[in-house]
């Protein structure tokens, strides 16, 4: 059973940065597309970042040009680079990978989460 299992969430002043990581028990190789979500109490999980196998990335608009999204093949990881944090990007941020078979099929991976709170 793959594995993944978040870090490096905490709390954070506003403006601040942090840095989640997000380690893979399989090669992340072998993921077609891993993504970062956040969710707040009261509302839906929603997608912050993802990057696919061939490279492409995208963000939502909110964090678009603070947060960079990134596969680190030697560590195995895949990260988010947090910068220039308001307060509404706290919650708790999980991670996601997507395989396909070759029949097409589609499994879906989740972490168990790390807490962010931006708080002065």
């Known amino acids: 059973q793959v594995q993944l299992v978040e870090s490096g969430g905490g709390l954070v002043q506003p403006g601040g940065s942090l840095r989640l990581s997000c380690a893979s028990s399989?090669?992340?190789?072998?993921?077609?597309?891993m993504s970062w979500y956040r969710q707040v109490p009261g509302n839906q999980r929603e997608l912050v970042a993802s990057?696919?196998?061939?490279?492409?990335?995208i963000y939502s608009d909110s964090v678009q040009g603070r947060f960079t999204i990134s596969r680190d093949f030697a560590k195995n990881t895949v990260d988010l680079q947090m910068n220039s944090l308001k307060p509404e990007d706290t919650g708790v941020y999980s991670c996601?990978?997507?395989?396909?078979?070759?029949?097409?099929?589609?499994?879906?991976?989740w972490g168990q989460g790390t807490q962010v709170t931006v708080s002065s």
């Open positions: 996601n990978g997507e395989t396909m078979s070759t029949s097409g099929s589609k499994n879906n991976y």
């Open positions: 399989e090669s992340i190789f072998s993921f077609n597309v």
């Open positions: 990057h696919s196998r061939f490279g492409s990335r």
